[in-house]
């Protein structure tokens, strides 16, 4: 009887983790074959045109960014990371004003939501150029950049949030004589949040984009300028590893957002 029952209880774990193998697999593979086929699609292009300095293999890209570690992990990627962070954070803290300030007041919706809107439709690339006259090649000029090509999608997402908030259970709040804070605190914000991390989501990938286009048009550190400089020396594979790079942080710090959301907000699976 003992024997029988230590066998079963061995089977278990067994069990567990060949389910767990299965759903790792069918989560990751399809995006696994993606990566694969694109990856050869490139090369095989790249071996086609058999011009690096127009468009390298992955594996002179591989090569070249482990060439110029030293100098992109060093100086160029601490420098780009800095306004990364700086600009996200900003964005955070303003995109998350406007939008609680626009779920208080009504008439504050109707003064600031055109204004957001049309924040949006000013060309980056023509309003960089003034950013870097106005404050040099100091950081604010990339961090304004990010700044303003990254608060949008945290403001309306969040925005958004709080006014998916059902009616009738606002009302029901009400009639326990619930203040508004209540409603805000207890209802809207725990409603808005699963919002709030993928409005994050989104403004991590915009936020690198904005601080690499201000490197890019006006710096003399950061991923941004250094792709600009190996672009000068037709250096195809030198353009592309910090682009590399920045698309793998990126990648890197999405999937702890979603750790951390996963985390924050455990029954976001359930909605």
Do not use: C
Not at 35 to 64: E, K
Not at 107 to 126: D, F, G, V
Not at 213 to 232: C, D, N, P, V
């Amino acid at each position: 009887m003992s024997k029988k029952m230590k066998k079963d209880h061995a089977r278990v774990p067994s069990g567990a983790s060949h389910g767990q193998t299965h759903n790792f697999l069918s989560t990751n593979l399809p995006a696994a074959i993606l990566v694969a086929a694109l990856l050869i699609f490139w090369q095989a292009a790249a071996m086609g045109i058999d011009a690096a300095y127009i468009l390298p293999s992955p594996t002179q890209v591989v090569v070249r960014l482990w060439e110029l570690r030293g100098p992109l992990f060093k100086a160029h990627l601490p420098a780009t990371m800095s306004v990364v962070g700086i600009g996200l954070l900003i964005s955070i803290i303003l995109g998350l004003g406007l939008a609680v300030l626009m779920d208080a007041s009504e008439t504050a919706e109707k003064a600031l939501y055109p204004l957001i809107i049309a924040s949006q439709t000013i060309p980056t690339t023509a309003i960089a150029p003034l950013f870097v006259l106005w404050f040099g090649y100091s950081i604010w000029s990339k961090v304004l950049v990010t700044v303003l090509m990254t608060f949008f999608p945290i403001t309306i997402t969040v925005y958004d949030g709080f006014q998916s908030t059902k009616r009738e259970m606002e009302e029901l709040m009400l009639s326990f004589n619930a203040s508004k804070m209540d409603i805000f605190m207890k209802l809207k914000l725990p409603n808005a949040l699963p919002y709030f991390f993928s409005a994050i989501k989104m403004a991590i990938p915009i936020s690198i984009i904005g601080a690499a286009i201000g490197e890019w048009l006006g710096a003399q550190s950061g991923l941004g300028y250094f792709s600009k400089r190996m672009l000068t020396q037709l250096d195809g594979a030198g353009v592309f590893a910090p682009i590399v790079l920045l698309s793998a942080v990126a990648m890197l710090i999405v999937a702890i957002v979603g750790i951390i959301e996963r985390i924050a907000i455990p029954w976001r699976k359930e909605l």
